[in-house]
Protein backbone atom coordinates (compact mmCIF):
# COMPACT_ATOMS: atom_id res chain seq x y z
CA UNK A 1 0.00 0.00 0.00
CA UNK A 2 1.31 3.21 -0.82
CA UNK A 3 0.05 6.86 0.24
CA UNK A 4 0.92 9.54 -2.52
CA UNK A 5 0.26 13.35 -0.65
CA UNK A 6 0.28 16.44 -3.28
CA UNK A 7 -0.50 20.20 -3.03
CA UNK A 8 1.61 21.47 -1.25
CA UNK A 9 3.11 25.13 -2.03
CA UNK A 10 3.81 28.42 -1.57
CA UNK A 11 1.17 30.87 -0.28
CA UNK A 12 0.56 34.22 1.57
CA UNK A 13 -1.06 35.02 5.11
CA UNK A 14 -4.96 34.40 4.81
CA UNK A 15 -4.90 32.17 1.78
CA UNK A 16 -6.18 28.67 0.78
CA UNK A 17 -4.36 25.41 -0.32
CA UNK A 18 -6.37 22.21 -0.59
CA UNK A 19 -3.91 19.06 0.07
CA UNK A 20 -4.21 15.54 -1.61
CA UNK A 21 -3.61 12.40 -0.18
CA UNK A 22 -4.43 9.09 -2.22
CA UNK A 23 -4.02 5.60 -1.26
CA UNK A 24 -3.31 2.54 -3.76
CA UNK A 25 -2.60 -0.98 -4.00
CA UNK A 26 -3.75 -4.16 -2.08
CA UNK A 27 -6.40 -2.59 -0.77
CA UNK A 28 -9.47 -3.91 1.20
CA UNK A 29 -10.62 -1.26 3.12
CA UNK A 30 -9.71 1.97 4.79
CA UNK A 31 -10.86 2.57 8.60
CA UNK A 32 -9.16 5.76 8.98
CA UNK A 33 -7.55 8.38 7.43
CA UNK A 34 -5.50 11.20 9.23
CA UNK A 35 -3.07 14.86 8.35
CA UNK A 36 -0.36 15.44 10.55
CA UNK A 37 2.70 18.11 10.36
CA UNK A 38 5.62 18.62 11.52
CA UNK A 39 7.21 22.35 11.40
CA UNK A 40 11.08 22.89 11.83
CA UNK A 41 12.19 21.73 15.46
CA UNK A 42 8.80 21.21 16.05
CA UNK A 43 7.50 17.14 16.80
CA UNK A 44 4.70 16.36 14.32
CA UNK A 45 1.55 17.12 15.30
CA UNK A 46 -2.42 16.02 14.86
CA UNK A 47 -3.94 18.45 12.20
CA UNK A 48 -7.37 16.26 11.31
CA UNK A 49 -8.93 12.61 10.58
CA UNK A 50 -11.89 11.39 9.10
CA UNK A 51 -13.43 7.96 9.71
CA UNK A 52 -13.84 6.02 6.00
CA UNK A 53 -17.26 4.70 7.08
CA UNK A 54 -20.02 7.40 8.29
CA UNK A 55 -17.42 10.50 7.42
CA UNK A 56 -16.63 11.40 11.23
CA UNK A 57 -14.32 14.04 11.91
CA UNK A 58 -11.87 15.32 14.26
CA UNK A 59 -9.79 18.57 14.33
CA UNK A 60 -6.64 19.71 16.11
CA UNK A 61 -8.06 23.31 17.98
CA UNK A 62 -5.33 25.06 16.26
CA UNK A 63 -7.19 24.89 13.20
CA UNK A 64 -10.62 24.19 13.87
CA UNK A 65 -13.22 26.65 11.57
CA UNK A 66 -10.01 26.68 8.77
CA UNK A 67 -9.12 23.64 7.80
CA UNK A 68 -12.04 20.76 6.61
CA UNK A 69 -11.49 17.57 6.33
CA UNK A 70 -13.19 14.92 3.47
CA UNK A 71 -12.65 12.02 1.59
CA UNK A 72 -14.12 9.92 -1.43
CA UNK A 73 -14.29 6.32 -0.48
CA UNK A 74 -14.19 5.73 -4.50
CA UNK A 75 -11.01 6.65 -4.98
CA UNK A 76 -9.89 5.89 -1.73
CA UNK A 77 -8.72 9.52 -0.82
CA UNK A 78 -8.31 12.01 1.59
CA UNK A 79 -8.57 15.99 1.16
CA UNK A 80 -7.88 18.83 3.44
CA UNK A 81 -9.07 22.46 2.49
CA UNK A 82 -6.63 25.20 4.42
CA UNK A 83 -8.40 28.68 4.20
CA UNK A 84 -7.53 31.40 6.70
CA UNK A 85 -3.68 30.32 6.17
CA UNK A 86 -1.56 31.54 8.73
CA UNK A 87 2.07 31.74 9.19
CA UNK A 88 2.27 29.37 12.12
CA UNK A 89 0.33 26.84 9.68
CA UNK A 90 3.87 26.58 7.56
CA UNK A 91 5.11 22.62 7.68
CA UNK A 92 6.01 19.40 6.22
CA UNK A 93 2.21 17.97 5.85
CA UNK A 94 1.94 14.00 5.86
CA UNK A 95 -1.32 11.73 5.37
CA UNK A 96 -1.66 8.39 7.39
CA UNK A 97 -3.91 5.49 6.95
CA UNK A 98 -5.21 2.74 8.92
CA UNK A 99 -5.56 0.48 5.96
CA UNK A 100 -7.00 -3.30 5.62
CA UNK A 101 -4.89 -5.23 2.83
CA UNK A 102 -3.79 -8.69 2.26
CA UNK A 103 -5.20 -12.03 2.17
CA UNK A 104 -6.61 -11.63 6.15
CA UNK A 105 -7.50 -7.67 5.66
CA UNK A 106 -5.20 -6.95 8.42
CA UNK A 107 -4.96 -3.20 9.65
CA UNK A 108 -1.76 -1.65 9.10
CA UNK A 109 -0.58 2.42 9.97
CA UNK A 110 0.79 3.23 6.28
CA UNK A 111 2.54 6.91 5.79
CA UNK A 112 2.56 9.51 2.37
CA UNK A 113 6.01 11.15 1.84
CA UNK A 114 4.93 14.73 3.30
CA UNK A 115 4.23 17.48 1.22
CA UNK A 116 5.59 21.57 2.09
CA UNK A 117 3.39 24.07 2.60
CA UNK A 118 4.85 27.57 3.19
CA UNK A 119 2.97 30.49 4.64
CA UNK A 120 4.42 33.79 4.19
CA UNK A 121 4.73 37.19 2.17
Known amino acids: VQLQASGGGLVQPGGSLRLSCAAS????????MTWFRQAPGNQREFVAD????????NYADSVKGRFTISRDNHKNAVYLQMNSLKPEDTAVYYC???????????????WGQGTLVTVSS
Open 96 to 110: NALVGSGPTGTYTDY
Open 25 to 32: GNIISIDR
Open 50 to 57: IIFDGGNT
